[in-house]
């Protein structure tokens, strides 16, 4: 069956390490992979994009890379502050639908 | 100046009631969709509509039914609501090539069912 996986258990660092957020999925042919933010009652805010052919992107302090043998994305948080605590959502579009299908989301906790 | 904006934020009502949720974009996106949001947070696409056609319908009973009179809104329709349809409901908006920019997300409408 197909799947998108997060990590469901909290993520908690210490303010000033890198936060690294894991999406492994499996049985989809991802055209490309998304991550975003999502705070407490509001709706999830796009990150960052990675194509299938693309390894790694950068956007300031976050960078994520796309491994398609492995079937894994990774989002790492550089530097990270206690305004980086939220949860983060990772999500795909298959080659063979037009739907966007989000994982489950890894709630990331910055401490001071 | 909201880019994606839903009404009402909160809704809160009785089994066998119906009600509608709104969503507008001014964002001139071509395509729109509705999501639900379970209580482990799972988010799940439920419809889409580009340019006020239906492109993709999930398997989602048919007290469910989307309107799109224009193409800025998508209206959600719940008829004969049950318990379990409490969740939070988001609204999105896209470009036709949503690779770039990702998708536009609403603040939500949380639903209770009582």
């Known amino acids: 069956s197909q799947k998108i996986e997060q990590n469901s258990e909290a993520l908690n660092i210490q303010e000033g390490k890198t936060a690294t957020l894991t999406c492994n999925y499996t049985n989809y042919s991802p055209a490309y992979l998304q991550w975003y933010r999502q705070d407490p009652g509001r709706g999830p805010v796009f990150l960052l994009l990675i194509r299938e052919n693309e390894k790694e992107k950068r956007k300031e302090r976050l960078k994520v890379t796309f491994d398609t043998t492995l079937k894994q994305s990774l989002f790492h948080i550089t530097a990270s502050q206690p305004a980086d605590s939220a949860t983060y959502l990772c999500?795909?579009?298959?080659?063979?639908?037009?739907?966007?299908?989000f994982g489950t989301g890894t709630r990331l906790q910055v401490f001071p | 100046d909201t880019a994606v904006s839903q009404t009402p934020k909160y809704l809160v009502t009785q089994m066998g009631n119906d009600k509608s949720i709104k969503c507008e974009q001014n964002l001139g996106h071509d395509t729109m969709y509705w999501y639900k949001q379970d209580s482990k947070k799972f988010l799940k696409i439920m419809f889409s509509y580009n340019n006020k056609e239906l492109i993709i319908n999930e398997t989602v009973p048919n007290r469910f039914s989307p309107k799109s009179p224009d193409k800025a809104h998508l209206n959600l329709h719940i008829n004969s609501l049950e318990l379990g349809d409490s969740a939070v409901y988001f609204c999105?908006?896209?470009?036709?090539?949503?690779?770039?920019?990702?998708?536009?997300f609403g603040s939500g409408t949380r639903l209770t069912v009582v």
């Open positions: 999500a795909l579009l298959s080659y063979n639908t037009d739907k966007l299908i």
């Open positions: 999105a908006s896209s470009q036709e090539n949503p690779a770039n920019y990702g998708y536009t």
